[in-house]
């Protein structure tokens, strides 16, 4: 696994949201009451940007087609329960950063 930083700690806060590039992949780290949550940038229903989308509380939704997605509850999906979920990652720490754990790509 190869840890890829993210954020300083010190610059989150409660409203904080962010794409990062990671890996060829756009993730979405967001902190909302005191929690912190990273996932796929992309809707699993049509794949707009979540980054556009508004939160409250703990639920995500996506400017596109309305969708929420509940952060807390591993990103499941609330009007269709069954449907695909956004897709989540561990957050890992070093030190005073944020980050992500991703495997190793080969090459290089």
Known sequence: MAFHRLEKLINLFD???RVFQVDGQSLL???QDGQRWL???RCPHKDFPLHTGTLQGTRLRCAYHALEFDLARGGRCVQFPR????EMFELAYDGSDIGV???ETSGG
């Open 29 to 31: 780290l967001i902190q």
């Open 101 to 103: 754990d991703l495997p």
């Open 15 to 17: 409203g904080y949201r």
């Open 83 to 86: 449907q695909r979920c956004a």
């Open 39 to 41: 996932l796929r940038n």
